[in-house]
């Protein structure tokens, strides 16, 4: 499906582990309002030690490398867990995937994102979608009670995963990656679930991510993550990942004025 000339052919998925991906549940972390899907996702990959199997790659994405600890990471990773038995106790009991970003990608690319994952999902037979999104509000409820929404694709996923736990969100509008997703996957009958917590639209809101894990948790993990770790150092998160951002954007600016005064 194409979307003012790019598609779903524009974008490549670069495996560089191979692991049988059936049944696994994909995790989408391309940004959202507070940066939530981006925050929740890196916090389930350190807390559930997951390892990069992969790489999401177009020409259509910054031409930039994330350093982190002394390695360049692309601008779109792909982490899957492995179960695995450290010290005779610990044993990562969930089968996920971890779609991972900083950046923001533009309104023209996000149709053909959707796409490639939806597809690749579907080849690999994995379960399911989820979309931690941030929900915009002048001033979010920080309280410890703050209601979390969710919306579903399917009635199956609707009536397994959304009704029996959070609030139903019935009227508004999701945008982003995550809109494509729910739109693409009611057209092909793929679960694809979100849910959402009201988050600040101008920082990266730590907090509100940190209640979407809680749920996520309840609901979908097996393996019993701590979510108050993210509470605490919410500030420190924040900080990093506008940090990130911030030189993202330079760096895409940068480029675009070498390209123009080359061209």
């Not at 694709?153 to 609707?158: D, L, M, V």
């Amino acid at each position: 499906m194409a979307y003012m000339g790019i598609s779903e052919k524009d974008i490549e998925i670069y495996e560089m582990k191979k692991m049988d991906l059936s049944d696994a549940i994909i995790l989408d972390g391309f940004p959202s309002v507070g940066l939530v899907s981006s925050i929740v996702a890196n916090y389930l990959v350190n807390v559930l030690d997951m390892v990069q199997i992969g790489v999401m790659e177009s020409n259509y994405f910054p031409a930039v490398s994330l350093i982190r600890d002394s390695e360049p990471l692309n601008p779109v990773r792909i982490y899957a867990t492995i179960n695995y038995e450290n010290n005779g106790h610990k044993i990562i009991k969930d089968k996920i995937i971890a779609f991972i970003s900083e950046f923001q990608p533009q309104q023209t690319i996000l149709r053909a994102i959707a796409n490639k994952m939806l597809n690749w999902a579907t080849e690999n037979k994995c379960a399911l979608i989820v979309s931690p999104q941030g929900l915009t509000a002048e001033e979010p409820n920080k309280a410890l009670d703050t209601r979390i929404y969710g919306i579903a694709s399917t009635r199956r996923a609707k009536e397994l995963f959304i009704e029996p736990n959070v609030a139903i969100f019935t009227d508004g509008v999701i945008n982003g990656v995550t809109g494509v997703l729910l739109n693409e996957g009611k057209r092909r009958n793929y679960d694809v679930i979100t849910f959402l917590s009201e988050a600040h639209q101008d920082y990266p809101d730590a907090r509100a991510s940190a209640k979407l894990i809680e749920v996520i948790n309840n609901v979908l993990l097996k393996t019993k993550v701590d979510a108050e770790p993210l509470f605490e150092e919410a500030a420190k998160i924040e900080m990093q990942i506008k940090a990130i951002q911030k030189q993202t954007t330079s760096q895409i600016k940068e480029s675009n004025k070498t390209t123009l005064m080359y061209s």
